[in-house]
C-alpha cells in the first residue's frame, strides 16, 4: 500500500516515513501541496496524509485541487489542537477523516485503515468514470447501461484503475495492486490485461476511458 505524506517540518516527516515504511507502507514526502500534487499525478498512492499549514500550497488548497480533478484518493489532514475551524472547512472540502498534533501513532495507522476500507469498497459501492459503473459487491459492469462481462482479474485491474481515475498508475503499482509483492508475475501481464480491458471497455465507444502514459503506465481519464 503506497502513502503519501505532505508535511514541511522535516522531523515529523522523517518519523513519519520511517514508521509507515517500518509497519509495510510504500511512503513518499513531499514539503508542500504544489510538490504533493506532482506525486500524485506521477504514480497511484492508496492514500493521503496532509498537514495543513504548509508553505506554497496548504493542505486545503492541495485538498481542493485533488477534488477538483476527481480523484477520490482518500485524504487525512493533520491539524494542530486550535485547528478546528480548518477541519470543519476540509471536511466539507472532502477531506475523509483528521487527526490531531500531537497524535499517537497506532492511532494514525487505525485511521489509514478506516479511510483505506471505505475507499476500498466505495463510499456508496459503485464506482464510476464516464458512463463506466462497476458495482463491487455483485462485482458487475456496465458502460452506458451495456453489461460488460469482465474476468476476475480484469474486474479486479479496472477497479484499481477507476478508484485511481484520472491518475497514473505505474506497472509496479499495479502489481501491487493486483497480486500483491511475493506473487512472482510474467512483466507483460499488465500489458496484456490491458489489451483485454480496452477491447471489452473500450471498442464500440467514441471516447475511450483506457489511456497509455509513455513510459510510465495506465490511467482511466474522465
Do not use: W
Amino acid at each position: 500500500m503506497k502513502i503519501l505524506v505532505l508535511e514541511d517540518d522535516e522531523g515529523l516527516q522523517a518519523v513519519l516515513k520511517k514508521r509507515l515504511s517500518a509497519s509495510g507502507f510504500t511512503v513518499e514526502c513531499a514539503a508542500n501541496g504544489r510538490e504533493g500534487l506532482d506525486y500524485l499525478h506521477a504514480g497511484g498512492f492508496d492514500a493521503v496524509i496532509s498537514d495543513i499549514m504548509m508553505p506554497v500550497m496548504n493542505g486545503l488548497e492541495f485538498l481542493s485541487a485533488v477534488r477538483a480533478e476527481k480523484s477520490d484518493v482518500p485524504v487525512i489532514l493533520l491539524t494542530a489542537l486550535d485547528g478546528s475551524g480548518n477541519v470543519v472547512k476540509g471536511l466539507d472540502m472532502g477531506a475523509d477523516d483528521y487527526i490531531v498534533k500531537p497524535f499517537e501513532f497506532s492511532e494514525l495507522l487505525a485511521r489509514i485503515r478506516l479511510v483505506t476500507r471505505r475507499s476500498a469498497g466505495s463510499r456508496d459501492n459503485v464506482l464510476s468514470a464516464g458512463g463506466l459503473a462497476l458495482d463491487i459487491g455483485s462485482r458487475s459492469v456496465t458502460r452506458e447501461g451495456t453489461p460488460i462481462a469482465l474476468s476476475a482479474k480484469e474486474f479486479d485491474l479496472l477497479a484499481l484503475l477507476v478508484r485511481n481515475k484520472n491518475i497514473v498508475l505505474t506497472r509496479e503499482r499495479i502489481c501491487d495492486g493486483l497480486y500483491g509483492t511475493d506473487e512472482y508475475i510474467e512483466s507483460n501481464a499488465i500489458d496484456v490485461y490491458i489489451r483485454y480491458l480496452r477491447k471489452k471497455i473500450d471498442d464500440g465507444f467514441e471516447k475511450k476511458l483506457i489511456h497509455t502514459v509513455r513510459g510510465v503506465g495506465y490511467m482511466v481519464k474522465e
